[in-house]
């Protein structure tokens, strides 16, 4: 695979899933980090954003404290606009901002260091979900966002995940399992803007009392889901 550049602007989650599928990583700007490390995040907005991937444009604020669901059938688009939020993706049209500052290709970088990022196709070329921990949690050390092993664990147990899990066999794992120890990783990790592309595909209580708990943490959290699976603060249907 290409080199991965670590950076104090890319989001854990982000550098670790290109390592994984040997992307590459760009990295924009000086490498000052106490200069550039991003203020708290306020809102998230998109302003008549048409993706190629979506039939119609997209206007729509999230902010901190609220749980805002990216819902649509599946093949919609709404892995669209988490490329779109994540600056994977350029927008055809229209705007997509951070405290009103824009998101592009180019200044994402600058933007994933506030991002906690849980994707729907979760794809691990390890044996033990207890490898990813410890390696996610060494890059977040390594950008200055460490946390112990022990906050992870407590993020699992409010999900009713044992440790147990994190040494057993992948293979033998559900996607949903193994999506919902990312989310706790996420959780425990930290970062502003907390983005999950369908960690659930039917109604989940538990998922719900999660999401709603990273909010009233004063986090803005977005979720894409196929129906309504969780509770949420507004809905945006694509």
């Known amino acids: 695979g290409k080199k991965i550049a670590h950076d104090t602007f890319i989001s854990v989650f982000y550098v670790y899933l290109c390592r994984c599928y040997g992307m590459a990583v760009s990295v924009a700007g000086n490498e000052n980090h106490e200069s550039h490390v991003p203020k708290r995040i306020i809102m998230l907005e998109f302003k008549n954003v048409q993706l190629e991937a979506v039939p119609h444009e997209l206007s729509f604020v999230a902010r901190l404290g609220e749980v805002t669901a990216i819902r649509g059938e599946r093949g919609s688009g709404k892995t669209s606009v988490v490329n779109a939020i994540l600056g994977r993706a350029p927008v055809v049209s229209g705007f997509v901002t951070i405290d009103g500052e824009l998101v592009t290709v180019g200044s994402a970088p600058f933007f994933r260091k506030t991002v906690s990022y849980v994707p729907q196709d979760v794809r691990l070329a390890v044996s033990r979900l207890s490898v990813v921990v410890d390696e996610m949690l060494a890059i977040a050390a390594s950008q200055g966002r460490g946390c112990a092993k022990a ?16 040494r057993t066999d992948v293979r033998s794992l559900d996607g949903r399992l193994v999506r919902l120890v990312l ?17 659930v595909d039917r ?7 999660f999401l709603r708990r990273q909010a009233e943490r004063g986090r803005c959290v977005v979720v894409t889901e196929s129906g309504d699976y969780v509770d949420c603060d507004k809905t945006i249907m694509i």
Do not use: N, W, Y
């Not at 906050?151 to 994190?166: F, K, N, P, R, S």
């Not at 989310?183 to 960690?199: M, Q, T, V, Y």
């Open 151 to 166: 906050a992870v664990a407590a993020e699992m147990a409010t999900l009713g995940i044992t440790e147990d899990v994190l």
């Open 203 to 209: 109604p989940d209580t538990v998922m719900s009392s």
């Open 183 to 199: 989310a706790a990783l996420g959780s425990a990790i930290g970062g502003s803007i907390f983005l999950l592309d369908e960690p």
